[in-house]
């Protein structure tokens, strides 16, 4: 079942066509990964799918209704809620009161977000910092705390722009099995990753795009081995390190 | 915390007892300190929690002076249901000045020019006003009694003002801790994460801008009935506009006790320096030293200088940051 519909997107910056004629569905309990050349629209689908761009044609559906004309806190409010490529912490106040914001918007009740916000630090292992200041927290840090802030507004669709780009292998590790735990407990997950180690482990289907056009959707395995994508974005040396041409 | 509630307890009640031994002038010279306090305050949840720029908070004090003083005269409405008619009327103007600002996207340098654009067409247009003074202003019949918030020396005042201060630092430390406050600084430190987490930006600024243009406005009601005259260029001027914000920028912006020092440290100053300089004919050389330490301030001390009162007593107080 789709909980999220995307019907012919269209948005353009003067001449520049940023995302053309882009239509895709997003399955209930699934990972999705937005993948493609810098440039390619990633982020303005992500702009357009929140509310914070206005689309110049297309829809998109959330949990069965138009989101069209809603703003960005009133698609947060419906369930679909993002983060930033470049993190945006709320620098001056510390952990616990970032996650609070996300955490309030949900539960009305001070007591009860000031719970789910706890519960939420907790599980992103942030706990220890929970008093420090966000300015105090190195970027890997900022990261989760950019996802614990997303996840205490209890989205039923998560997007993550990037979120494990410029972290090390091991981090990046940690990031896929708690993402992994996310989508377990129900969060449907739409990525926009360039770490194809994180896209190979964590996406059950894999949309490519480059200049704003979908030129391959499909399984990882299936996308790696598709000509386009390998000229488009990944390189030889990818698709021969994955074994999947022949 | 129990220790800087019972410092700040002791600091009160100093400050009750003061009238017992200090004359007319010291008095007047605390009232003053208190109103700019207050007036502080009031712009400080405006800029200071939520970040949103205004140099024209003039504006919604010459409202509550003029409405206040207005109906006082001509319907003989009491001051105090005035005051409250000023501030609802303030309120309106600031939810307009926030509606253009916040609907349409301005931001930073543009919404500042806005707020100024706004306390300046007042000014010029109060000026023209023949049964608002125009530009001569009002004189006020003096007839003291309380229901016309009008007294014989300054202890009333005083008191009057002490509240309002006081009452000043409570709203904002309840609002700081309050649902609506966390939303507000979150709208200062990033709009866009804000409203992508959820939170109506538009709604929580509005709010914001009403409760300060009310606030403002209740120190017009407080000014016009302690100097007895209104003049457009006082109480709508640019000069009242840069006045109140020095000291919450001094004294710390985004907390609640940080227009409360800065008053403190800048009014007795400004007031002091004036008097000494101007005997020995160095007229406006206050001024100089005002903007010196400002300067200072700002280079320095960027985080006002509560912080570092804060930071210098927290071994007495035992304070968590």
Known sequence: MSILVARNLEKHFGGLAAVSDLSFELNQGEILSLIGPNGAGKTTVFNCLCGALPLDAGEVILQGRSIRGLEPFEVCRRGMVRTFQVVRPFLNVSVLDNVLIGAMSRHGRFAAANKEAVRVIEFLGLGKYTKAHAHSLPLPLRKRLEMARALATGPGILLLDEVMAGLNPTEVDELIGLIREINHRGTTILMIEHVMRGVMALSERVIVLNYGAKIAEGTPQEVVAHDGVIEAYLGKEFAHAHGNRS | ?321
């Open chain 2, 1 to 321: 915390m129990t220790r800087l509630s019972f410092l700040l307890g002791f600091c009160f009640c100093v400050l009750l007892g003061l009238p017992l031994v200090l004359d007319k002038y010291l008095l007047g010279l605390f009232i003053m300190t208190f109103y700019y306090a207050y007036l502080g305050q009031s712009w400080n949840l405006l800029t200071g929690y939520t970040g949103h720029v205004s140099l024209g908070h003039a504006l919604y004090v010459g409202v509550g002076a003029y409405t206040t003083t207005f109906l006082a005269q001509k319907y003989g409405l009491s001051p105090w249901l005035g005051m409250i008619a000023g501030g609802f009327l303030a309120s309106v103007i600031g939810l307009f000045v926030g509606f253009l600002g916040f609907r349409f996207g301005l931001r930073g340098v543009y919404f500042v020019i806005l707020t100024i654009a706004f306390a300046e067409i007042a000014r010029i247009v109060v000026s023209h006003i023949e049964a608002l003074g125009s530009f001569s202003g009002i004189f006020l019949d003096f007839n003291p009694g309380f229901l016309n918030f009008q007294f014989k020396g300054n202890v009333p005042y005083y008191y009057i003002s002490l509240g309002f201060m006081t009452a000043s630092v409570i709203a904002a430390r309840a609002i700081e801790t309050s649902r609506i406050g966390r939303f507000l600084v979150a709208i200062r430190e990033d709009e866009t994460a804000a409203q992508a987490l959820g939170v109506n930006t538009f709604k929580y600024s509005m709010i914001a801008i009403a409760i300060s243009a009310f606030m403002a406005s209740l120190a017009g009601a407080f000014y016009a009935n302690f100097i007895f005259y209104l003049q457009p260029n006082q109480v709508f001027g640019m000069s009242l506009s840069i006045e109140l914000i020095l000291r919450p920028i001094i004294g710390g912006l985004g907390t609640a006790l940080g227009p409360i020092l800065g008053s403190f440290i800048l009014t007795p100053l400004s007031e002091i320096s004036r008097a000494y300089f101007s005997k020995g004919g160095f007229e406006g050389l206050h001024l100089i030293l005002y903007g010196v330490l400002t300067v200072l301030v700002v280079l320095f001390m960027r985080k006002g200088i509560l912080h570092y009162v804060k930071r210098a007593l927290s071994p007495l107080l035992r304070l968590q940051r």
